[in-house]
């Protein structure tokens, strides 16, 4: 099992990088460096997501 990267997401500059290098990291090979920065970088995406979910409704 591959330990998981820790990334943080703190401004949307730092969503847009994380988002960016998923892309980026596509589908790597199990059990690799890249795939734990990836599961880093999802969980990060996803807790930021979970924060700003109502700020996509002001802008509405």
Not at 1 to 13: G, L, N
Not at 25 to 50: D, M, N, R, V
């Amino acid at each position: 099992m591959i330990e998981m990267k820790k990334a943080i997401v703190r401004c949307p500059d730092d969503y847009e990088r994380a988002v960016e290098r998923v892309t980026e990291l596509g589908t790597p090979p199990e059990g690799s460096e890249e795939e734990a920065e990836l599961f880093g970088l999802i969980e990060a995406i996803e807790k930021w997501e979970a924060r700003h979910e109502d700020d996509d409704e002001d802008w509405a």
